[in-house]
């Protein structure tokens, strides 16, 4: 059952397979739970979102057209959905400007001692979500921009102009302890 | 930057979601089988136990011919299902299998004075007609180990509340 892909196994998901469904949960929950990790920086909340997600498979499993498109897919644009939900009651991704990113606590000034990996992690949570997105799908899940563009429900052109920005902002604010270093 | 970028992005992989998410959802896998399962098979288990439980007994057929039952005992099915106001629940009716027109249903034994049913299944069965006399069915004389078809309502646990005969009994 572990070499047969997602779209094959939908059959049996569909009628409450747990070794398929088990199977499918190892293979894509830790795409999906870092999804979540990026996009909510809550620990918590994306196991409730990788939760969430993996119960609506179950329920509508049988419902998946395998030949229209990927389960991964389907489980991304599902994440999605439950992470817009959380990131919007927390006012953090709707009403925000692309180039609006400036966080509330300068970090260059809490990170003057730190490494640059130590400033970086710091530094992306501080990112608008949509940057956030960007590094999740195409950084750290090493899809192309195709894939990312499908997923985040925008033309390649964004993506790639999005990940662009991303990496200029991070390092226009590491910018300080790069020089320190270098 | 970018080897930055790829440190972080290689450490990130090592997340993943907590083991707890995976039992949580395995035990609700195993809860919504369990279910699908069972809405098939209560009714045809609750009908088939009901049959072995009076088969037996209506072969031992009485030897004096009991008095037709008045139809003072019957209980319309409405009535059972709908039950006390205010709180009227929705009533799911399943509609039964084609036959002949039936007959208003007879409420089962301690069914008769409890809360209305939220959701029913009917099962379509044969009974001995001695049984069904018991329950004050208008059962004709004679031929008392012959079975007759019924409508048996099945609550949500499986449990029968009320019968029906399908058609007049001569």
């Not at chain 1, 795409?31 to 620990?43: D, E, H, K, P």
């Not at chain 2, 208008?138 to 029968?160: K, M, N, S």
Request: proline fraction near 8%; aromatic fraction near 6%.
């Amino acid at each position: 059952m572990g070499n047969r892909t997602d779209e094959e196994l939908l059959p049996a998901l569909s009628q409450g397979d747990e070794a398929a469904f088990t199977v499918v949960y190892r293979r894509r929950q830790g795409a999906i739970y870092r999804y979540a990790l990026q996009m909510t920086g809550s620990a918590e909340t994306a196991a409730e979102v990788t939760q969430e997600v993996f119960l609506a498979l179950m329920r509508q499993g049988g419902r998946l057209d395998g030949e229209r498109g990927t389960v991964l897919s389907w489980l991304y644009a599902v994440a999605r959905r439950q992470v817009l939900k959380h990131v919007a009651v927390e006012k953090r991704y709707e009403g925000m400007p692309e180039d609006e990113a400036e966080p509330a606590v300068d970090p260059r000034e809490e990170m003057e001692n730190a490494d640059l990996r130590e400033q970086l992690r710091a530094l992306i949570p501080t990112l608008p979500a949509v940057f956030r997105e960007v590094l999740a799908l195409c950084v750290v899940e090493e899809m192309s921009y195709g894939e990312a563009a499908r997923i985040a429900e925008v033309p390649e052109g964004t993506i790639r102009s999005r990940l662009h920005r991303a990496k200029a902002m991070l390092a226009e604010r590491m910018a300080p302890a790069v020089r320190r270093v270098l | 930057m970018d080897r930055q970028l790829r440190e972080w992005a290689a450490e990130q992989r090592l997340e993943s979601a907590p083991v707890s998410v995976e039992l949580v959802l395995r035990r609700e896998l195993r809860a919504r089988r369990w279910k699908r399962r069972m809405a098939w098979t209560a009714p045809i288990a609750a009908a088939a136990a009901l049959a072995v439980f009076f088969w037996p007994q209506a072969k031992q057929a009485p030897a004096v011919e009991p008095a037709p039952v008045a139809a003072r005992s019957i209980e319309p099915a409405r009535e059972l299902l709908e039950g006390a106001k205010p709180a009227a629940p929705v009533v799911r009716r399943v509609r039964p299998p084609q036959g002949p027109a039936p007959q208003p249903f007879v409420a089962v034994g301690a069914w008769q004075a409890v809360e209305p049913i939220e959701r029913a299944n009917i099962v379509r069965t044969e009974l001995p007609r001695a049984t069904l006399a018991r329950f004050g069915m208008p059962v004709g004389a004679g031929r008392w180990a012959e079975p007759a078809p019924v409508d048996l309502l099945l609550g949500e646990d499986g449990t029968v509340r009320a019968i029906r005969l399908v058609s007049s009994i001569q």
